[in-house]
C-alpha cells in the first residue's frame, strides 16, 4: 500500500525546536518530491516546504523561512522538516504529502502544539 | 507569492442538486511546459486532505465522475453534478506552478 507515516510531533515552548519525520513505502521514495502542509486548529491548509526527488532543491513559505528546514533520506525513504525558533502561531497538524505539484498522497499528520 | 481566492466559501447545498466552486489566481498558472498545475482537494470532517483533480481536470482514481474541473489561465471551476451525503466537507484549490505553493481559503459545502 502507498502510503507515507507522520511522527515527531509534541508539545514545546516558543523558541523551542522540533524535527518531524515523514516515513514513506509501498512505492519509490527517490522519484518523487515530497511536501509538508500545516493545518492550524480550525483554519484551512497552509503550503509550507517542499523538496526535489534528490533533495538538491528546497522551498519555503515565507513565514517559515530561515526557521524550518526540509531535508530527506532516501536510503531510509524518510522525510524530514527541522523546525527551529518556534512560535504560537505554528501550532498545527503537519501534513506530509507525496509531490511538490499537486501532492496526492496524505499523511494523517502529527499535531505540534507551541505554548509555555 | 500568488493568492488563490476562492467563492463561494460557504456553499449550502441540496442533495441531488448541483454544486460550482470558483478559485482564481493572481497570476497565470500556465507553466512554462505548457501544463497548468491546478489542483482540487477534499477535506472530509477529521480526515486528511484528499486530491481529487490535477492540472485542472484531470479526476484522480477512485474520484466519482460527478466531480468535474475546468478552467485557464487564472480561472478556474470544480463542479458536483449531484451532490451526495460523502461529499460534505471542505475543498480547496491549490497551485503547483509557482513557489511557493499557495491553497485557496477553502470553501465549506454543507447540507442545506
Known amino acids: 500500500e502507498v502510503q507515507v507515516l507522520e511522527s515527531g510531533g509534541g508539545l514545546v515552548q516558543p523558541g523551542g525546536s522540533l524535527r518531524l519525520s515523514c516515513e514513506a513505502s509501498?512505492?519509490?521514495?527517490?522519484?518523487?518530491?515530497m511536501s509538508w502542509v500545516r493545518q492550524a486548529p480550525g483554519k484551512g491548509l497552509e503550503w509550507v516546504s517542499g523538496?526535489?526527488?534528490?533533495?538538491?532543491?528546497?522551498f519555503y513559505a515565507d513565514s517559515v523561512k530561515g526557521r524550518f528546514t526540509v531535508s530527506r533520506d532516501n536510503s531510509k525513504n524518510t522525510l524530514y522538516l527541522q523546525m527551529n525558533s518556534l512560535r504560537a502561531d505554528d501550532t498545527a497538524i503537519y501534513y506530509c504529502?507525496?509531490?511538490?505539484?499537486?501532492?496526492?498522497?496524505w499523511g494523517q499528520g502529527t499535531m505540534v502544539i507551541v505554548s509555555s | 507569492d500568488v493568492v488563490m481566492t476562492q467563492s463561494p466559501l460557504s456553499l449550502p447545498v441540496t442533495l441531488g442538486q448541483p454544486a460550482s466552486i470558483s478559485c482564481r489566481s493572481s497570476?497565470?498558472?500556465?507553466?512554462?511546459?505548457?501544463?497548468?498545475?491546478l489542483n482540487w482537494f477534499q477535506q472530509r470532517p477529521g480526515q486528511s486532505p484528499r486530491r481529487l483533480i490535477s492540472?485542472?481536470?484531470n479526476r484522480d482514481s477512485g474520484v466519482p465522475d460527478r466531480f468535474s474541473g475546468s478552467g485557464s489561465g487564472t480561472d478556474f471551476t470544480l463542479k458536483i453534478s449531484r451532490v451526495e451525503a460523502e461529499d460534505i466537507g471542505v475543498y480547496y484549490c491549490?497551485?503547483?506552478?509557482?513557489?511557493?505553493?499557495?491553497f485557496g481559503q477553502g470553501t465549506t459545502v454543507e447540507i442545506k
Open positions: 497570476q497565470s498558472l500556465v507553466y512554462s511546459d505548457g501544463n497548468t498545475y
Open positions: 504529502a507525496r509531490g511538490i505539484i499537486g501532492p496526492d498522497i
Open positions: 523538496v526535489n526527488s534528490g533533495g538538491g532543491s528546497t
Open positions: 492540472k485542472v481536470s
Open positions: 509501498g512505492f519509490t521514495f527517490s522519484s518523487f518530491g
Open positions: 491549490m497551485q503547483g506552478t509557482h513557489w511557493p505553493r499557495t
